[in-house]
């Protein structure tokens, strides 16, 4: 049980463009959702938590505008990079907390965005 | 704030014990996570423990937390190709976060080989 999948699992765009990467918990219902980033050979970075039916709440030093999360239902978020830049290519993991869920965060398997 | 220490590399034999170490500064944190992290891939959930527990032992996994030293181990008995990984130690703060979640502070992970 525990299942978090994203989608796409890598995507190359050009710079300007915008793009959208799904996350989804498969088997249970995920009341709040989290979003990060990753550097090569670095730590995960919290962009931002996300719970169903609200507006996300953003870490300090993440821009809410370029990064548009939605968390419309139990089961989905979905995170928008708006105008993308190459300083925007990373990969981006999201994770996912919920019922009978509450003291794990359970991560799906990431997306890798190229902005060329 | 909040700082989680793990060292980068850590390399053993095939058949051999692996420990990995992490050193944390909050004092509050309530649950302690071990992360896994093969190439390319997203993070999976090895084990955790809760920040009043010494010890939990799950097959070949090891954890071991001393709290007064701030002080986490994870211990991998008969390592095997397989594991060969990147390792993140996680601590769940007990300061409220910007939306009043305790969230999850991540080390630099330690390359196991």
Redesign the interface.
């Known amino acids: 049980g525990a299942v978090?999948s994203?989608h796409p699992s890598w995507v190359i765009c050009k710079s300007g463009t915008s793009v959208k990467i799904e996350c989804r918990s498969l088997d249970f219902q995920a009341t709040?959702m989290?979003w990060y980033r990753q550097f090569p050979k670095?730590?995960?970075m919290?962009m931002a938590?996300s719970?169903e039916g609200s507006k996300a709440?953003?870490?300090?030093g993440v821009e809410k505008d370029k990064f548009l999360i939605n968390h419309a239902s139990l089961t989905l978020s979905t995170l928008t990079v708006t105008s993308a830049h190459p300083e925007d290519s990373s990969f981006y993991?999201c994770?996912a907390s919920g019922q009978g869920h509450a003291?794990?965060?359970?991560?799906?398997?990431?997306t890798?965005l190229t902005v060329t | 704030g909040e700082d989680v220490e793990q060292s980068l590399f850590l390399s053993v034999r095939e058949g051999d014990s692996s420990v990995i170490n992490c050193t944390y500064t909050d004092s509050s944190s309530t649950?302690l996570?071990w992360?896994k992290q093969e190439p390319?891939?997203?993070?999976?959930?090895l084990t955790?423990i809760f920040s009043n527990m010494d010890m939990k032992q799950d097959q070949r996994l090891t954890v071991l937390l001393n709290k007064k030293d701030k002080h986490l181990s994870l211990r991998i008995a008969d390592t095997q190709t397989g594991d060969s990984a990147i390792y993140?130690c996680a601590e769940?703060s007990g300061q409220m976060?910007?939306?009043g979640?305790q969230?999850?502070v991540?080390?630099?992970?330690t390359r196991l080989l």
Do not use: C
């Open positions: 978090v994203q709040t989290f670095q730590s995960l919290l938590t719970n709440t953003y870490e300090q993991i994770s003291y794990e965060q359970y991560f799906g398997p990431g890798r | 649950y996570y992360y390319g891939a997203g993070l999976q959930l955790y993140f769940r976060g910007n939306t979640f969230k999850l991540f080390g630099t992970g």
